[in-house]
Structure formats: structure tokens, C-alpha cells
């Protein structure tokens, strides 16, 4: 058995999805979008937090095409990966509008200074 041609979890899921995005570039954005509408029509949420963006055009789509206010919060100090994939160079590339660095800030922390923002910019 060569375990040399063996893909790691992330690997599948990286080419899984690049698979889908050459059908539809936009088909992660669209679904999310989806969900949110739903939530929002359904249960009245005006708020939602997406935790992973990955390429700078989901980013924009989210900015400029769907209308809905957002702003984006980089979590930094977590070390990085080595991985080359686009799906993990690519979140450097999106334009943040905060950035929290985790190797000083705990979890706790981290969910406080998201809740300040969200109150700043009077969405709670």
C-alpha cells in the first residue's frame, strides 16, 4: 500500500470544493446566503456571524453584492499552516476591517471585543 497518494481530511475538502466552486464560483456564497435570508425571515435574527470566509470573492460577494452591512475580523497569532492551497493563502488576501490577535487575547476575550464591535456599530 503506498500511503504516499493517501489525502488528509483537509486535502478531500480543499479539492472537494474547488470541484464545486468550477461549477458555481459563487455556490458557497449563494448557499450561505440562503441560510441567512432564512434565518433572518424565520426567526427574526438581524445579526449572523460567519466564523470562516476563505477567498477574497466570497468576502466581496458578502461586502457588495448581497447588500447586507458586514464588516470582517481577522484572528491572528495562531501560527500558521504550511498548506499552499488557495483556500489557506487566500484568507490573507481579504481586507479586514479588525484584527484580534489571539496569542494575547483568550476565546473570551476574543467574543467580548466581537460584541463591543457589534454594539459600536449599533447591530445589538
Known amino acids: ?32 446566503r440562503r441560510r441567512v435570508e432564512g434565518v433572518h ?19 466581496e460577494y458578502f461586502r457588495h453584492i ?20 488557495q483556500t489557506e493563502t487566500g484568507v490573507d488576501l481579504i481586507e479586514a476591517d479588525y484584527e484580534i490577535d489571539t496569542s494575547v487575547n483568550s476565546p473570551g476575550e476574543v467574543a467580548v471585543t466581537v460584541m463591543s464591535l457589534l454594539e459600536e456599530k449599533g447591530w445589538l
Not at 8 to 21: E, F, I, N, P
Not at 44 to 50: I, K
Not at 68 to 83: A, K, N, W
Open 1 to 32: 500500500l503506498d500511503h504516499s497518494k493517501h489525502l488528509t481530511g483537509r486535502q478531500v475538502m480543499q479539492r472537494a470544493s474547488m470541484a464545486w466552486k468550477a461549477i458555481d464560483r459563487d455556490i458557497f456564497s449563494k448557499a450561505l
Open 41 to 59: 425571515r424565520n426567526h427574526g435574527v438581524l445579526v449572523t456571524a460567519v466564523e470562516d470566509v476563505r477567498l477574497p470573492d466570497e468576502a
Open 66 to 85: 448581497t447588500g447586507v452591512q458586514c464588516f470582517t475580523v481577522r484572528l491572528t497569532g495562531r501560527g500558521g499552516s504550511d498548506d499552499t492551497h
